[in-house]
């Protein structure tokens, strides 16, 4: 039985966003993407609609 994963919006926006000429930032967004890319396959993610809405507004 795969382990279920909350997705926060953070993992949403290090996703989605242009890639950051921040070392840091830039950095959770390679991990970020590597992971979605190969280790969401072995876990059951989900989110909440909370973060839905979050996402959904953007950057303010």
Do not use: H, N
Not at 26 to 49: D, K, N
């Amino acid at each position: 039985m795969k382990r279920k994963v909350y997705i926060e919006t953070s993992v949403i926006s290090y996703l989605t966003a242009r890639p950051s000429d921040d070392s840091i930032k830039s950095a959770c967004q390679q991990i970020t993407r590597l992971w979605w890319a190969s280790g969401r396959e072995s876990v059951l993610a989900f989110i909440s609609p909370y973060v839905v809405e979050e996402a959904s507004a953007g950057t303010r």
